[in-house]
């Protein structure tokens, strides 16, 4: 995308020959010419010496001291020599033809010797330093000393964002609700023939990398019109008041080239709630830019065309004179893609790229639930990546699904040096979580096993995927989830009659998904449909903190227990029911590292094999 009028950024080193080619310049004209004026002193025999070989031009006796102007190797020369008591001095002034008597002419003038000598290296001086000072301001994203106060969005012409609705896939409603928009733009006499009037704001919220920046670049580039982008961390600078300057300047800019978008990403940066906590009369820099904001929103006359498209992932913390009619009018959930959604928005990344015909991107997109727009299209930058490190033209299948491992798990680490014991202990863990999940109802089946360790930390994972996509989850399928989770653990216990470290994560999820069920899902019979825990930051990893007594909190706990207590002792049944299988599956994968889910339900469902004579423990390191 070209920025309008804005000109290519010179690099550093420019300015640098700039500098070194004025210093020459001195060097080669000025400094020369102040050296054949310097006064020279000499002493009297000199004098006489230089009277006799004929090159003084010129003489004046002032005082008891002899100027006198003599030329040597074809440039003249100002020397002066003491007065001496020499009764022939006129008539060997007279002899050797020096016209004498006459003052001898400054060709340079005392002012333009200071000038020369004070003012202009200090001037040179003062100029490095501010072409120095001003490469970088630039380089810190801020502005020079005279440009304090200007805004520094980014604008794009309308045919330059190259950005249209067809580039967003997988979020069709927030689409829809910018449309008309785009529409107001295009044809406003439609709206005022009736009455209506355009939005004057409308606020992108949702999780990180779902394209908020993107449908801000689509609306301006199917309307046509000029955008202005801007960062909220910009307004806030150190210097009291440039914030407030910055946002005055932005809406005086956009005034001139309406109709126009202007898009403020990350606008929890400046639109934080007011709580007059911050110094002695609650008025810092960031509440002065806010109160700028929420004034030029009012000031300024929609009908013109101006559209304030504002981003956050963070829409709790905003202030609410920000969020009221007239200011940001509607609020545009941008959420995490469904199942449709991300088939959509893996072909649109897919396009540039060759890929096979037998990829099935809807199984890609079963086994991607929960990630961003982003994280699919580093999906299929990773898949291209694998196809051309192995030697292939094209991506294939395997090439997308190693690469959600990527994504989701980090690389493999196949250097990872793992001892037999471990790598056995690991084996059996794993396979513990599958075969639980296998024997459970309305439990999401087994993709894929793998005993390689990953990037993340991982020494191996069982993943499971969904025949479809689910909106709504039972209180039987919660626990099924939990007690798969536990059977990792189970069956090191049940095998080895020892735990290692390998089941913190498998603990953490658990645990998490038991206090979920009983203070915000209401699946308790001990608290019923009480909301006990509050979210904070919904898009950004969804925290909870508990709004309950502490002897409520306590009982939570020990509810938490409880489930988790159960779902372990259902895991280690199961276990000791198909315990054969155990055997038998661990073994296969111990020798194979990874497997599918068909190879795995394949041998879990033939006939039950003889079971293999109990091994001693042995001790293991931590998974």
Not at 17 to 29: D, E, F, P, R, S
Not at 134 to 146: H, I, P
Not at 289 to 299: A, C, I, K, Y
Not at 355 to 371: C, E, P, Y
Request: overall charge negative.
């Amino acid at each position: 995308m070209k920025q309008e009028g804005m000109p290519p950024k010179k690099p550093i080193i420019f300015y640098y020959v700039i500098v070194l080619a004025v210093l020459l310049l001195v060097n080669m004209l000025v400094l020369p010419y102040l050296n054949t004026q310097r006064v020279n002193e000499v002493d009297y025999s000199t004098f006489l010496d230089m009277l006799q070989n004929g090159i003084i031009k010129q003489v004046q006796v002032q005082g008891d001291t002899i100027n006198y102007l003599a030329e040597m190797n074809g440039a003249q020369a100002l020397f002066k020599t003491g007065r001496m008591e020499d009764p022939d001095l006129i008539h060997r002034l007279q002899s050797a033809g020096v016209e004498f008597g006459k003052a001898i002419p400054e060709t340079v003038s005392p002012i333009i010797e200071i000038l020369i000598s004070w003012v202009l290296p200090l001037v040179i001086i003062f100029g490095v330093g501010q072409l120095l000072m001003r490469q970088l301001t630039k380089n810190m994203g801020g502005a020079g000393a005279m440009s304090f106060g200007k805004s520094n969005a980014k604008v794009y012409v309308a045919a330059q964002t190259g950005k249209s609705f067809a580039d967003v896939a997988g979020e069709e409603e927030a689409k829809q609700a910018l449309k008309e928009i785009v529409d107001f733009l295009h044809d406003p006499e439609k709206y005022k023939e009736i009455g209506a009037k355009l939005p004057k704001g409308a606020l992108l919220v949702g999780p990180p990398g779902t394209g908020k920046t993107l449908l801000a670049q689509a609306v301006a580039g199917e309307a046509h019109v000029p955008f202005f982008s801007i960062s909220g961390s910009e307004f806030v600078e150190m210097f009291v008041g440039m914030g407030a300057a910055r946002v005055r300047d932005l809406f005086k800019q956009a005034a001139e080239k309406a109709p126009c978008i202007v898009f403020i990403d990350e606008i929890d940066a400046i639109g934080k709630k007011r709580d007059g906590a911050s110094g002695l009369g609650g008025n810092d820099e960031r509440e002065q830019t806010l109160n700028q904001l929420l004034t030029e929103m009012d000031g300024f006359d929609g009908s013109k065309g101006v559209v304030i498209l504002a981003a956050t992932n963070r829409p709790e913390s905003l202030d609410q004179a920000l969020l009221r009619p007239g200011r940001f009018d509607r609020r545009v959930p941008v959420e995490l893609p469904d199942l449709q959604g991300r088939e959509a928005i893996l072909k649109v990344h897919a396009k540039d790229v060759k890929m096979s015909d037998q990829v099935n991107f809807r199984a890609i997109a079963l086994a991607t639930s929960g990630t961003s727009g982003a994280e699919l299209a580093n999906i299929i930058n990773e898949g291209a990546l694998l196809a051309v490190k192995e030697g292939r033209k094209v991506v294939e299948q395997r090439d997308l699904e190693e690469a959600i491992e990527t994504v989701l798990a980090g690389y493999q680490r196949k250097g990872a040096v793992i001892s037999p014991q471990e790598k056995r202990v690991i084996s059996y863990h794993e396979i513990g979580h599958a075969l639980v999940a296998a024997r459970q109802k309305a439990s999401a089946p087994v993709h894929k096993i793998t005993i390689i360790p990953r990037t993340s930390g991982a020494l191996g994972y069982t993943m499971q995927v969904d025949e479809d996509e689910h909106y709504l989850m039972t209180r039987e399928e919660l626990l099924n989830k939990i007690t798969t989770l536990t059977a990792g653990r189970a069956a090191e216990e049940l095998i080895f009659q020892q735990i290692t470290s390998g089941a913190s994560n498998d603990i953490e999820q658990a645990t998490k998904l038991a206090r979920t069920m009983i203070t915000r899902l209401g699946m308790s019979e001990e608290f019923g449909m009480t909301a006990l825990a509050v979210v904070q930051n919904q898009y950004l990893g969804g925290d909870t903190s508990l709004a309950c007594s502490e002897s409520t909190a306590t009982r939570i706990d020990n509810a938490v227990m409880e489930i988790i207590s159960e779902a372990h002792a259902k895991a280690l049944d199961i276990l000791k029911a198909n315990e054969g299988k155990l055997h038998e599956l661990a073994a296969f994968l111990l020798e194979k590292e990874t497997i599918t889910g068909e190879e795995f339900m394949e041998i879990l469902n033939r006939e039950p094999a003889a079971l293999p004579e109990a091994q001693p423990a042995q001790d293991s390191a931590a998974e």
